[in-house]
């Protein structure tokens, strides 16, 4: 009986899981983080979802306070950040979309925009029997005073945080 209990627990906690995430690498000159997160939900539920970033993306990782995200998926568009009082911040830039599979976007995140560096972050989608496994890569590189690898933690960490947004702001959806 409380084999059977550990085994119901176990299979509970890898589904309700967060996004799964670590530091592949770690230089002065660059990192890369990455990882995945199982959704239950179809992919295009997930496409809406992922393009839409002001829907997930925490509040506490924005430079404005009641600000907005929005995000144009034209080669060049912008994942841009808008407050109320005319602010405006360009976070990342539209470098391909495969409609309902692949996103990659170009730039520095947060502080890292004022750094001398640049990143690509990809999000790869793909249908997982009724659901989707969402796996996101963002590879840094350049240069920023003291090096690039103690950036790759805390990135990872906001990143990871906010899949796990987006995949409770989908799942609930239903």
Not at 62 to 71: D, I, P, V
Not at 77 to 89: F, L, M, N, P, T
Not at 124 to 137: F, H, M, Q, R, V
Not at 151 to 174: G, I
Request: hydrophobic share 40%; charged share 15%.
């Amino acid at each position: 009986m409380s084999r059977r209990l550990i085994s119901t627990a176990a299979l509970l906690v890898l589904t309700a899981a967060p996004a799964h995430a670590e530091v592949k690498s770690a230089t002065p000159g660059g990192f890369e983080a990455g990882g995945s997160v199982v959704i239950n939900a179809p992919p295009a539920r997930v496409w809406t979802a992922l393009t839409a970033p002001d829907d997930w993306w925490s509040r506490d990782h924005r430079w404005f306070k009641g600000s907005t995200l929005s995000l144009d998926l034209a080669p060049g568009g912008c994942w841009c950040e808008h407050a109320q009082d005319g602010r405006v911040s360009r976070h990342l830039e539209t470098a391909l979309v495969e409609p309902g599979s692949k996103l990659v976007l170009r730039g520095g995140l947060g502080p890292l925009q004022g750094q001398g560096v640049s990143g690509g972050l990809t999000f790869d989608l793909k249908a997982e029997g009724a659901g989707s496994i969402l796996t996101w890569s963002y590879i840094v590189g350049g240069y920023t005073p003291g090096g690039l690898e103690g950036w790759a933690a805390p990135v990872d960490n906001v990143l990871s945080a906010q899949l796990t947004n987006l995949k409770a702001r989908v799942e609930a959806a239903d």
